[in-house]
DNA sequence: GGCCCGATCGTCT
DNA sequence: GACGATCGGGCCA
C-alpha cells in the first residue's frame, strides 16, 4: 500500500519515524527501483530550526516546495554535483521536511550500479550504492527534474511496511549543520540499528 | 581505520 | 564572492 496523503500532513520527527522501514520507490521507463529506508533526518515544523532551508532567507525559488503542503518531493544540490532528497511534510506554508540520509537497495540493483556509475565488477559491496544522501539520489535516479513532484502519483512514492519497534531506532543529532545554534543538537537524525547501510 | 583535500555550481549576501 | 543537509581519492598508519 502507497503512503497517503495524511501520513505526510504530520509534524516532520513523526513522519521521520515512520518512514523508517518504509520502501521508496521510483518507477523508470528502465525498470522499478527501490529501497527500504534506514536512516532520516527531520527539518523544521513548529519548533525553531536554523538548520531548516527555510529557516533564514523565507520562501525563495529554491526552497519554494518546502512550503507546500505534506507528500511533494523538495530535492535540491548540494555541493555543485550531488542531489539530497527530501518529503516535505506538515501543512502547507509550514517549511518542513525529512531528508533521506540512506537506503538499502531492494529492487532494480544493476539500474542502481549503472546509475552510480559502477562497472559491474566494482560492485563488492552493494553497500556503496545507497549509504548517503547524495548516493542514494543519485541510485534512485533522483535530479532536480524530480523537483516538486507529488509522491501520491505514481512515479515517485513510499510503499508502507511493518512499523519499527521504537527499541529499533536511535535518535542522534543531525550532520553537517554546525552553523544552526542551538538546532544543531536536536536529535533529529534518526537511525535503524544494526543496519548495515547506514551512512558513514 | 583515520585525516585531508578537491570537485563543481546554484543560491544567497 | 562565499559556501553548502556530500563524496571519492590520496595518503598515512
Redesign the pocket.
Known amino acids: 500500500m502507497k503512503l497517503k496523503r495524511s501520513f505526510y500532513l504530520r509534524q516532520p520527527l513523526e513522519v521521520a519515524r515512520d518512514l523508517l522501514g518504509k520502501h521508496l520507490i521510483h518507477i523508470t521507463p528502465k525498470g522499478k527501483i527501490s529501497g527500504r529506508i534506514v536512516e532520516v533526518?527531520a527539518?523544521?515544523g513548529e519548533d525553531q530550526d536554523l538548520?531548516?532551508?527555510?529557516a533564514?532567507?523565507g520562501r525563495?525559488?529554491?526552497?519554494k516546495a518546502?512550503y507546500d503542503k505534506g507528500g511533494f518531493i523538495?530535492i535540491?544540490?548540494?555541493?555543485?554535483?550531488?542531489h539530497?532528497f527530501?518529503a516535505v511534510t506538515s501543512g502547507k506554508d509550514i517549511p518542513a521536511?525529512?531528508?533521506v540520509?540512506s537506503i538499502e537497495p531492494v529492487e532494480g540493483i544493476d539500474l542502481m550500479i549503472k546509475n552510480?556509475g559502477f562497472r559491474k565488477n566494482d560492485v563488492r559491496n552493494i553497500v556503496?550504492l545507497t549509504?548517503?544522501?547524495?548516493?542514494?539520489?543519485?541510485a534512485m535516479g533522483f535530479g532536480?527534474n524530480c523537483y516538486g513532484i507529488d509522491l501520491c502519483g505514481n512515479k515517485i512514492f513510499i510503499k508502507d511496511a511493518k512499523s519499527i519497534p521504537e527499541e529499533n531506532i536511535s535518535y542522534t543529532s543531525?550532520?553537517?549543520?554546525?552553523?544552526?545554534g542551538k538546532a544543531k543538537n536536536y536529535p533529529w537524525r534518526l537511525i535503524l540499528n544494526n543496519s548495515k547501510f547506514l551512512?558513514?
Open positions: 533526518e527539518y523544521g538548520a531548516c532551508h527555510g533564514n532567507s525563495t525559488e529554491r526552497n518546502l523538495y535540491y544540490l548540494i555541493y555543485g554535483m550531488y539530497c527530501n521536511a525529512v531528508l540520509r552510480r556503496k549509504n548517503g544522501p547524495g548516493k542514494l539520489s543519485q532536480k543531525r550532520i553537517n549543520i554546525d552553523y544552526a551512512s558513514v
